[in-house]
């Protein structure tokens, strides 16, 4: 698991929070279960929504077409949109704003000399950037699957894609009678403004020029940085989500997080705030429902089970008896099951 992008942001930006008061419109719930019974312990009572973490990236490299389509079709609730931005500020969907971790960027020596060290909150860095490319030159890349545990079959393949081709492929399942959600996260969003590539506008008339609310495809916008939440929320009504780093990462970091005074729509949970080691779980969940907050938890993976859980399912049905309202899932086929069994 990397803590990276969420550490970096938030030791960026955490000084700067400042509460806001936030009313969005219409909180979205998993499409396919509003007729639910209020039989599950989530703020809402209905179905926990399972949201297909950089879309179905367990099976194929992440944050691909196939990775989301795949997701799509496993049923999943929302697709999981990562988005840093290109040198000429076209939003891509990419988890990290370096590059080698998940493309062949590396293996391309007309980029050799794009690599370049940076100072970053979690100290120097030597990689290649996003932002030092334009969209043109990200799309003679490939991506690839960054887990070493997973099939690298699919690599050197697939395109790296833009947040406009991933909104078009919500479009085509809304089309096709299959809405599949929105759950859009901004990375790094103030060291994007540094440089003057500020992403909340981006993000907003991205959303406003593909038609997404008309075409009743639900959204969350979500992040680790708190001012860059604030901000979107000055110009938007969409429901946030704040990040938040686990434990003890947290603690590490001097980061605190405040339920009580906490103003987006939810949070989105490292999934430590919830497990336990032993087994059992703890309040978070209730303490969050208490404030109002939706609690969306991060991240359950079938080849990476937390300790003191048997496997993912076990994770699953933990968090779901717990009262999770969305999870995370790096393989959708079985948060759905799971989710669906409950
Ligand atoms: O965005 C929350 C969840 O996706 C976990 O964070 O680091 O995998 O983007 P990350
Ligand atoms: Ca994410």
Redesign the pocket.
């Known amino acids: ?3 990276a ?2 550490i970096a942001a938030l030791m960026l930006a955490a000084c700067n929070a400042a509460p806001v008061a936030v009313a969005p419109e219409e909180v979205p719930t998993s499409p396919a279960v509003t007729e639910a019974a209020k039989t599950f312990a989530t703020l809402s009572g209905e179905k926990p929504i399972i949201i297909a ?2 879309g179905a990236s367990g099976l194929y490299p992440e944050h691909t077409i196939l990775a989301y389509e795949t997701a799509i079709a496993q049923g999943a609730d929302f697709i ?1 949109p ?1 988005l840093v931005m290109t040198k000429d500020g076209v939003l891509i969907t990419r ?1 990290d704003p370096y590059l080698s971790d998940t493309t062949n960027v590396a293996d391309h020596p007309e980029f050799a000399d794009r690599k370049k060290k940076r100072t970053t909150p979690m100290g120097e860095m030597e990689d290649w950037w996003a932002d030092d490319f334009t969209l043109a030159e990200i799309k003679t890349l490939k991506a690839r699957q960054q887990f070493p545990a997973r099939t690298m079959e699919f690599n050197d393949q697939l395109d790296i894609v833009t947040f406009d081709e991933i909104m078009d492929v919500a479009l085509k399942a809304a089309a096709e009678g299959k809405t599949v959600g929105l759950h859009i ?1 901004a ?1 790094w969003p103030s060291y994007y403004a540094s440089v003057g590539l500020d992403m909340v506008d981006p993000i907003i008339s991205a959303l406003k020029a593909k038609g997404i609310e008309e075409a009743g495809i639900p959204i969350f916008i ?1 992040c ?1 940085e708190p001012p860059f939440l604030e901000a979107f929320s000055k110009k938007s009504d969409l429901p946030t989500i704040q ?1 938040m780093v686990g434990p003890p990462y947290n603690k590490m970091l001097g980061l605190e997080y405040d339920l009580e005074t906490m103003p987006t729509t939810g949070v ?1 949970a ?1 999934k430590s705030f919830i497990l336990n080691e032993d087994g059992t779980t703890t309040d978070f969940v209730d303490r969050a429902h208490a404030r109002g907050l939706l609690v ?1 938890v ?2 359950v993976r079938d080849d990476q089970p937390l300790k003191g859980y048997a496997n993912a399912e076990a994770e699953l049905n933990a968090l779901i008896k717990a009262g999770a309202d969305g999870i ?1 899932v790096d393989y959708p086929e079985t948060g759905v099951a799971v989710r669906d069994a409950n």
């Open positions: 698991m990397k803590y992008t969420a973490h950089r999981e990562d988890h996260e990375k979500q680790f990040n989105g490292e969306h991060y991240t995370w």
